[in-house]
């Protein structure tokens, strides 16, 4: 069944792989679009220039301007290069509506500016957090101006009407501050928090209440812009945001103009049922509008101006309709909680792994660059005895009255009997060949000075030989250290490249039949279908009670043919927020484990040490080493083989190297003489597959049965030589199988058994029970038995039996399932 389902991923899906392509293609268009367009806005200033021309005219409440300070505030904050020609636009703005209203812009500039100036001359740095203050005494000082010099008399109420504006000022200051930046970022893509949307919305707001006035024929310029936006934002971000639009928009219009308060209930209403309306597309958006019109609209205006509302909205609905769907779909990757907006999160976070991989990637090949380098010449330089010969000479010939005739007139019978001396020094043979002194006596006047001058250089070569071995087998160790670094780099590079699959089918065939049996399930997500790493990301509201171990497992277990389990599950930070479980293949084996020891002569420390650990999820190792001898040093020298094995094999690197580096750490720690055995046993729980390393350990022992298998191996123990190859045997373990592992204590025990590994297989046939911890047990109390009770090495047993794994939560099936899943087949 699992593969059908996995087989069914590369040929079924290959029409959502088409209309994938052709989204993406769109996307692509789209995105050119949008990038042009705001090249336009922002590269010709348009947006800033419009917004300041249109701000320079919004008046609310009859009188108040509470934007044009704020707006001169945040362009010089910006420190915006074309801050004065966005300036000039304000004012230009004002002049359009009067020429008192273009003074008050012009008096509330200079004032402003010399304020600024001020506050930069105290407090250069900080400028947030001063400027509402200057903005709200600005704004008193500007408004108490104005009042004088126009009227001549100033009342209690002016001065309470300033304050109120320059409150407001002050207020709508901290509000543009956080939406004006967020339009001068250019083409760059940031994701907006919900303060932020709102803010901007009030900035948009505050724009439109500058075209208060203005008419195309019988069509109204700020309720057409007003609900081409509700239309915008409900479409892009649904009923909440819709709504939320509607009522900042309709309030700030309604301050602007009394007689169109009523126009807050008709977008709030509209951006209601269009946020609704939205699955619809844009035709169940533009209902929306007009169902609200037809109600509220009657509200309003009555029937007489029910026409020209109808007639605004319809203009309204053309824009709307004309919009490309591009430019929407990239608005509503800004605002939280959207379908795009989780999107872009999503490509965020995959740009952050990709350049992640990227660099680990860089990284795994540096350090596989460097692995090379180290690595020593294939095949070793032999000795230059010219060099050597030379040494000598210069110490004994280059004065001698002979030179001449020995090296002149008999260079070959010199240069053969100084390398037969050396030849004789290097085997340490120094009084064995008679007739070869003889011979050299009669050759050279300075024989006894020229042997001795032979063995202190040959003895110094020795030691350089030795120096360049030990640095050979650093540099190899290095290299070895290297190249399982760059490997592990590697494995965890191809891990975080963990991509989800194009199972959009069976990801709707799984949820419904989740949904089906009563589970709330939000969304599955397939990463992995293949037996075995099956991979698979589910988001529920919450989980108290267990559904997942208890219930989805189980579902998810029928539906695919193979064990799943519950690999880890993630609880919301938020209160009451969604839970996110990963679910995963189950190891198909389980192990069990049993152990027994003995220190020599009963005591406490002993040279045995055993590690039972798994590596991941599927694979588990069980290793026992005997350093040399007994006591403290021989328990020091296996703990540390079986920590550095530990480490090693934990951090990804493969066993064979694992053993390798560890062989050589140990051997070039040290001068002494000192080694450990290891014997090593490594079982893939999902296909019971094992790896035997033998290091100088005894045999190994597999009963199936009433058959006992003998597992051994020749390496030398662990340390005692620098290059080695690991002999790795593998063997097919089956469910009921008894693994049994000992060190040498064991063997050594019976002292009147010649064969001994037959008598152990003997022995273990003879058992009884399948319950490693007794089977441990039984034997190192029947070896001691067989010892007359002494104990006089260091003795370890570890047995281990391997079954099939048996889920917790067994599965259960259900036909309806099954017939749905054979339809999908």
């Not at 004002?94 to 600024?116: H, K, P």
């Not at 109120?164 to 967020?182: N, W």
């Not at 340390?719 to 204590?745: N, P, W």
């Amino acid at each position: 069944m699992v593969q059908k389902f996995g087989s069914l991923t590369a040929g079924a899906m290959d029409p959502y792989v088409n209309r994938e392509r052709a989204n993406q293609g769109k996307t692509k268009t789209g995105r050119s679009f949008q990038t042009f367009l705001l090249g336009v806005l922002f590269r010709t200033d348009l947006f800033f220039l419009a917004a300041g021309f249109l701000l320079g005219r919004a008046v609310i409440i009859t009188s108040l301007t509470p934007f044009v300070l704020p707006f001169f505030a945040t362009v010089f904050w910006m420190k915006r290069k074309k801050r004065w020609a966005d300036s000039l636009a304000v004012l230009a703005g004002g002049l359009t509506l009067s020429v008192g209203q273009a003074f008050y812009g012009l008096l509330a500039l200079l004032i402003f500016l010399a304020g600024r100036q001020i506050m930069t001359a105290f407090h250069r740095a900080h400028e947030e957090r001063w400027l509402p203050a200057l903005v709200f005494i600005a704004g008193i000082l500007v408004r108490l101006l104005c009042q004088a010099a126009f009227t001549l008399n100033l009342v209690w109420t002016d001065v309470l009407t300033a304050g109120a504006e320059a409150s407001l000022s002050a207020l709508v200051t901290l509000i543009f501050m956080q939406s004006v930046p967020l339009m001068s970022t250019r083409v760059n893509h940031k994701l907006f928090r919900n303060e932020e949307i709102i803010c901007f919305v009030i900035l948009i707001s505050s724009v439109l209440a500058g075209t208060i006035g203005w008419h195309v024929y019988d069509l109204s310029v700020d309720h057409v812009l007003a609900r081409y936006a509700v239309l915008l934002f409900a479409y892009a971000g649904g009923a909440a945001i819709g709504s939320t639009v509607g009522v900042v928009i309709g309030l700030i219009l309604g301050m602007a103009s009394v007689t169109s308060l009523y126009q807050m209930s008709l977008l709030a209403f509209s951006g209601v049922l269009g946020g609704l309306l939205k699955e619809a597309g844009k035709t169940g958006v533009a209902a929306g509008l007009l169902i609200a019109t037809l109600l509220i609209g009657v509200y309003g205006g009555g029937y007489a101006g029910l026409g020209s509302e109808v007639i605004d909205s319809a203009a309204a609905l053309i824009l709307f309709l004309f919009t490309p769907k591009s430019l929407i779909r990239q608005m509503a990757s800004f605002i939280p909680g959207t379908r795009e907006y989780q999107a872009e999160q999503q490509q965020y976070v995959r740009k952050l792994r990709d350049v992640t991989v990227g660099r680990v990637e860089q990284f795994s090949g540096l350090f596989q660059t460097l692995a090379k380098s180290f690595y020593p010449p294939a095949e070793e330089d032999r000795p230059d005895d010219d060099l050597f010969l030379s040494k000598v000479t210069a110490k004994t010939c280059q004065n001698c009255f002979k030179k001449e005739s020995c090296w002149v007139k008999n260079f070959e019978q010199t240069q053969h009997l100084m390398l037969e001396l050396r030849e004789e020094s290097r085997k340490g043979n120094r009084d064995e060949n008679a007739h070869l002194h003889r011979l050299w006596r009669e050759h050279c006047s300075k024989a006894d000075k020229t042997m001795d001058v032979i063995r202190k250089e040959q003895g110094l070569s020795e030691l350089q030989e030795k120096m360049r071995r030990n640095v050979k087998e650093s540099r190899r160790l290095v290299a070895d250290q290297l190249k399982g670094v760059s490997q592990v780099m590697g494995d965890f590079a191809s891990e975080m490249k963990r991509e989800r699959g194009l199972h959009e089918w069976q990801e709707e065939m799984i949820l419904s039949k989740l949904n089906g049996v009563g589970l709330r399930v939000e969304s599955i997500e397939i990463y992995n279908l293949e037996s075995g790493a099956i991979d698979i990301e589910a988001v529920l509201p919450n989980d108290n009670y267990g559904a997942c171990e208890k219930v989805i497992a189980p579902l998810l277990s029928d539906i695919l043919g193979e064990s799943i389990v519950v690999e880890k599950k993630q609880a919301s930070d938020l209160p009451g927020g969604p839970s996110r479980v990963v679910f995963i293949s189950a190891r198909a084996y389980d192990l069990e484990t049993g152990v027994a020891t003995a220190a020599r002569g009963g005591g406490f420390v002993s040279g045995d040490n055993y590690s039972l650990f798994e590596i991941g999820s599927k694979k588990y190792v069980l290793a026992i080493s005997d350093g040399m001898g007994h006591g403290e040093r021989a328990d020091m020298e296996s703990q540390d083989t079986l920590q550095l094995l530990k480490k090693v094999l934990k951090s990804g690197i493969h066993e064979t190297l694992a053993i390798k580096s560890i062989n050589s750490i140990l051997s070039l720690r040290s001068t002494e003489e000192i080694y450990a055995t290891l014997d090593l046993a490594l079982i893939d729980l999902q296909n019971a597959t094992s790896k035997f390393l033998k290091i100088g350990s005894n045999p190994s022992f597999i009963k199936r049965g009433g058959r006992v298998i003998m597992l051994d191996a020749g390496n030398l123990p662990i340390g005692i030589i620098r290059d080695f190859d690991v002999d790795v045997k593998t063997e097919q373990l089956k469910s009921g199988d008894l693994l049994i592992m000992m060190s040498d204590g064991i063997f050594d025990a019976p002292k009147h058994i010649e064969n001994k590994e037959a008598w152990v297989k003997r022995k273990i046939k003879e058992l009884q029970t399948n319950d490693p911890q007794e089977i441990a047990d039984l034997l190192l109390e029947e070896v001691i038995r067989v010892g007359d009770g002494s104990i006089d090495d260091d003795m370890t047993v570890i047995a281990a039996r391997i079954s099939h794994h048996i889920p917790e939560w067994s599965a259960f099936s259900t036909d309806r399932g099954e017939k749905r899943f054979s339809r999908a087949e």
